[in-house]
């Protein structure tokens, strides 16, 4: 179990600093986060990869991440950036927000890897303001029965290897079961294989 720590704590946020780094991410980051306005939260901060990109309209950004090696990772982005970041919370499942404080949130790539995520989900309803929006580009479940099959098979290895990473989340169901309004969905193939390159990029409403 000890390895298991080790890999989890000093490996996997250099993996993710890496694997979610790479350039053809930008143009989905650029996108996600244009349109993010007043107090952002930020879930699943990892290495700060967002924070190039977030829109002159974001005022502050509350980082929500876990991994203190991906929070160290993070200060050059930091020191760089015009946007005060502060590291608020350790767990998107229960965030230390008052009801109704936070304009706009931010998710890339974190609703596969936090372990319940529809209570991450619900914290994120409670926490935005009433009309206030959730910006994201996440992998998830492809369209595809048979790749489908595949991503199951898949999912306890990758959740190993990855950090707790799925690859058979249903992201649009995750939204509309939370209660979330569908503003903007795109869901498109990446580069990548199918089965861990299957995104879906969008805007959701809080009611
Ligand atoms: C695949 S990485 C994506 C990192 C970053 N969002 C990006 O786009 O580069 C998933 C991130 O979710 C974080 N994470 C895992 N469990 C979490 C939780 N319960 N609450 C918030 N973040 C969590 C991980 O530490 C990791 O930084």
Partial sequence: MEDVGIYRDRFVPRLVNVACGMKA???????????????VVE????????????????????????????????APRRAASRVPIERAGLDGQSLPFSDSSVDTAL?????????????????????LVPGGTLHFVEHGLAPDPSVQRWQHRLDPL???????????????????TAGFGI??????????????????LGVVVSP
């Fill in 158 to 176: 990758q959740q190993r290897i990855a950090g707790g990473c799925h690859l058979d989340r249903n992201i649009r169901a995750l939204l509309e």
């Fill in 107 to 127: 998710s890339t790539w974190t609703m596969c890897t936090i372990p319940d995520i529809e209570a991450a989900l619900g914290e994120i309803r409670r926490v």
């Fill in 25 to 39: 991410n930008e143009p989905l980051r650029e996108r996600v986060c244009a349109g993010l306005s007043g107090r």
């Fill in 43 to 74: 879930l699943g901060f990892g290495s700060g990869l967002n924070v190039p990109f977030y829109s002159d309209a974001t005022v502050s950004v509350s980082a929500v991440e876990p991994a203190d090696l991906g929070w160290k990772l993070s």
């Fill in 183 to 200: 503003r903007v969905l795109e869901v498109f193939r990446g580069r990548g294989p199918a089965f861990i390159d299957t995104q879906s």
